[in-house]
């Protein structure tokens, strides 16, 4: 770069004039998902419901997160489940999740339940008759959704509703299926697979593998929502009719997490979404870190969705924590295990990104859900991860192999591994590095990630849906999309034409060669 | 939607910090293409002149249009060729292309030449042994070229310089193999082919061909330029070797234009990069518009590239422009047509994009040059388009099975073809109606082309490339990639494991049966 610099206030501005500078306010339809996914949709319809469209979000009434601090009108239903039952369900989920393959425990294992539970809410919706009838004489302009449970677009098609997705993937091959995107299985590692990229010819063969099974057994897996799908639609429904009518799907990845990869024109990154300028810290934090001294502070949480652990494995974590020089504020809410050291604050919540945004923040351990990963890279935090279920595997994998953070198994690990991972990230610069780097790239955008998803929202809602960016491929069947037809069209001829060459050529030796040596016979029995 | 409007001044404002507020100014070098191509990389550069940055621009002495009416550093090289080689090629070209098959006149045909001028130009540069040492000692930041020429590419690499290309396309399958970008044959027309995205059986077959017969035939068109590659950079140098090492694709493509198709995410998509809000006419075209009355005035032109043509064509013409109650504005520089009817003007040069943007404007006679389709759709003007090489075909048949105008061959078309055309344009709303469904989608967008364009020529400029944004794919062979290898060695596993098994089974069957079978001979011989 050339020395010269200019002014820090020269920023290239860009104005975004809705429809010719008149922006007409919408009426948009939100069927969120419990749990973490909520955190984030909730601030694009925060600033939805700030720019002026009217929000109404159904939810079911059981839930643990939903319709939490958001000024909006919320439409609930009763379910046939208790907030017991979500709890049990959601806990054998992640255990099964911890200790087995994880593709497969969501397909067939006892894990299956949690999302059974997800499933059978929308029966709820369409059997609460005054709600559907609301749903009906609102005429909303769109629906805003988050696919993990399905029913939000299985909503869409009974209203007939253009539809915005967002997530941060989707269960089995719906997502390439849904968008027609191409997926080549030889550098895209499948969900929940932990490859990078950069696979072996061993991890290429399980990832071909996986992929086939997802073929075969998803459909099972999804079998609950398809027959209430088909009950409301009163037509018998694929996950392909409710995947493929998306208008646009704004996907929480970045490239400097995920791996690049063949996208589709309507598929919009917000990875990031979340990550905002760090807040000054509240009090009683803000003792903490000025009370760090030098060595400073290290951030730890597993998420929201977690904030017990065995006493066992507690007490391991509180021995490791303890032998390293930097406070430790660590998030939980279970009893404090007998060996805390003096270093470590146990609390019930902590400012995350606020603790993550500040300068004498050297460490993160996190579950590495794409919240927290999110977090550790807008603020340029190395990273401890301990994954526990869903995708969090795969975020740490892709972490680790940008040098950026350790992975580590939290069933399987003592309190030296967590201390020397530690140690690793904090004074191994080229972690620092590494995420400081990652860091600047994610946060130079041309837009931020908050304000694209609120406009491709709000196009939607404009246009009616998005048909100029859907592909012609959904009209093709799978062998025409891969042009097995057009090749074996191609190798009929070649073959063909190969035949009659092969066999004229055959006669015409046989005429010529065949005559000569009749006549060499004939000439030779005369001879003798 | 709802009724309620928000004010007219309710912008989602978005602004681009450069790296945390502080932008520093870079160098880049710019190695752009003449002709029209000159136009939309000119207005990049001056906004990136305008924000600070050095910019130095490498050009032949010989050129049409390069280095006009912009305040930059140009360094020019003698060429082997005179502005009159340039122009006697550049006609065999256009007059090739329009009678003969597009792609195969220009890989085999005469149209050749024209190419063969281009790639030479850069063995010139690279004999300048001043200019190349002037370029080591510059310490630029990136290259920003047209890759019609391949010297952008060549310089990069030889430079070893991270390269940002802005086209419209690239010849044969370049583009996808140097992005790793998937391409299904199915519904992703080739260039040349005037297909739409749904095609016939028989076009898909057409369209696999050509793809085919690029794979056999496009090296031998980059011969010269590979040769002269190989030359300077002292290696033996593939396409994919100077393809393959580009950061950012900025692409001139709109999908209200081109088809939805699987992009990459390091391809940025700018198309209409070159519309601009309409500025006050000049007075003596105001007068003109003025004049018109009621019916409004139609505008034509055939580019910059073309503005004379035989003398037959243009009585032709001129007679066909006669029968409409329009005025046309006819940019035309040969001598004017003797049956040239009252209507007409013929102008040396027009203020198109002013002219389209006028409210009286009601239709649009174009080459369907990218420029001109995009300041077309950004105006809402239906167009009868006369397309004559290059990319024009494939753009008259987007905006053909869009509704939005009408082609006509030119060497084929009668003055009652012209008549029709534009009488059809003009007075069937669905061509108004569709061309305004197209403006509106097209200027739709969370940020403008150009802001666009600027942000990742910066952003290369910046981090040096953009390797994150790298798909895995380049270091992939055509057979892994495609999982070839995975797929054999699965199937020798399956097809050993149903072989084993066959021989089990037979070998279990022929005991058991095989033992009966011998005990009732048995039997029966003793019996008998």
Redesign the interface.
Known sequence: ??P???P????????????S???????LLVVPMDGSHWFTIQSVMEKLIH??H?VVAVMPEVSWQLGQSLNLTVKTYSTSYTLEDLEHEFKVFAETQMTGPRLFSILFGSSNGFFELHFTHCRSLFNDKKLVEFLKESSF?AVFLDPFDVCGLIIAKYFSLPSVVFTRGVFCHYLEEGAQ??S????VPRLFMEFS??MT?KE??EN??NHLGEHLFCPHFFKTALEIASEVLQTPVTPSDLFSQVSIWLLRTD??LD????????MI?IGGINCHQGKPLPKEFEAYVNASGEHGIVVFSLGSMVSEIPEKKAMEIADALGRIPQTVLWRYTGSPPSNLAKNTKLVKWLPQNDLLGHPKTRAFITHSGSHGIYEGICNGVPMVMLPLFGDQMDNAKRMETRGAGVTLNVLEMTSDDLANALNTVINDKSYKENIMR?S??HK?R???PL??A???VE?V???KGAP??????H??TWY????L???G??LAIVLGVAFITFKCCAYGCRKCFGKKGSVKKAHKSKSH
């Open positions: 770069m050339a010269a610099l200019l820090a206030s020269f920023p290239l501005c860009v104005c975004l004039l809705l429809v500078g008149v922006a007409q306010a919408g009426k720019r002026g009217e302009d995107c191409p080549p299985l030889s550098y990229d950069v010819f290429r063969v071909y593998i490239f400097v791996y690049p990869r063949p996208v589709m024109p309507n990154f990652l600047r790239l130079d041309p837009i931020e304000d694209l609120v406009f491709w196009f809602m404009r246009h100029h960016l859907r592909p012609a491929a009209d093709l025409q999309y891969h042009s037809d057009v090749i069209f191609l």
